[in-house]
T-cell receptor, first 112, second 113 residues
Framework: QKEVEQNSGPLSVPEGAIASLNCTYS??????FFWYRQYSGKSPELIMF????GDKEDGRFTAQLNKASQYVSLLIRDSQPSDSATYLC????????????FGQGTELSVKP | DVKVTQSSRYLVKRTGEKVFLECVQD?????MFWYRQDPGLGLRLIYF???????EKGDIPEGYSVSREKKERFSLILESASTNQTSMYLC????????????FGSGTQLSVL
């Protein structure tokens, strides 16, 4: 059973700090990695995706991928209370193209 | 922007009823998916479809069926609703097999009494 693991949290950080969210996956054949943000009562929305080893930056968000260690992380710099949400890591199932496997999500709380 | 529309935001049904959840996307996406989301269990894939009239079972297909008669529409059917099917149901679509970025609808909170 292919798995994507995340700490459920809650992860609590003060406003302005860096929030670090981590995800590990079991399928070495995975090639595409996604981070979704889900506010309470809302549906998930895509915020970052990464395909290659290394870092990918988009504004205050940085996705990091290490395929050798099978982990992907999301850094949120200068965290804001509006970043408080559940963050879902998703990894593609290479053998069933287009199908994503989701982690259970990490709840982030940014305290003013 | 991609728009994925689910027909109902809240739905209350009785045990044994046949339930239809409708989903429409407006961006000519090939792939469509139905997930359910439960506290502590995350997102679980029920069924997905790569093309019209095609369907594939996901991780938890029991008690559900789907229909995709047109490319833009993907319906989830609960043949005989049960209380353990009370959940948030999320429809999603993606452009193609090689472009897996998912776009979600706003969800349908189904309560089966």
């Amino acid at each position: 059973q292919k798995e994507v693991e995340q700490n459920s949290g809650p992860l609590s950080v003060p406003e302005g700090a860096i929030a670090s969210l981590n995800c590990t996956y079991s399928d070495r054949g995975s090639q595409s990695f996604f981070w979704y943000r889900q506010y309470s009562g809302k549906s998930p929305e895509l915020i970052m995706f990464i395909y290659s080893n290394g870092d990918k930056e988009d504004g205050r968000f940085t996705a990091q991928l290490n395929k050798a260690s099978q982990y992907v992380s999301l850094l949120i710099r200068d965290s804001q209370p509006s970043d408080s949400a559940t963050y879902l890591c998703a990894v593609n199932d290479y053998n069933q193209g287009g199908k994503l496997i989701f982690g259970q999500g990490t709840e982030l709380s940014v305290k003013p | 922007d991609v728009k994925v529309t689910q027909s109902s935001r809240y739905l209350v049904k009785r045990t044994g009823e046949k339930v239809f959840l409708e989903c429409v996307q407006d961006m000519d996406h090939e792939n469509m998916f139905w997930y359910r989301q439960d506290p502590g269990l995350g997102l679980r894939l029920i069924y997905f479809s790569y093309d019209v009239k095609m369907k594939e079972k996901g991780d938890i297909p029991e008690g559900y069926s789907v229909s995709r008669e047109k490319k833009e529409r993907f319906s989830l059917i609960l043949e005989s609703a049960s209380t353990n099917q009370t959940s948030m149901y999320l429809c999603a679509s993606s452009f193609s097999v090689t472009n897996e970025k998912l776009f979600f609808g706003s969800g349908t909170q189904l309560s089966v009494l």
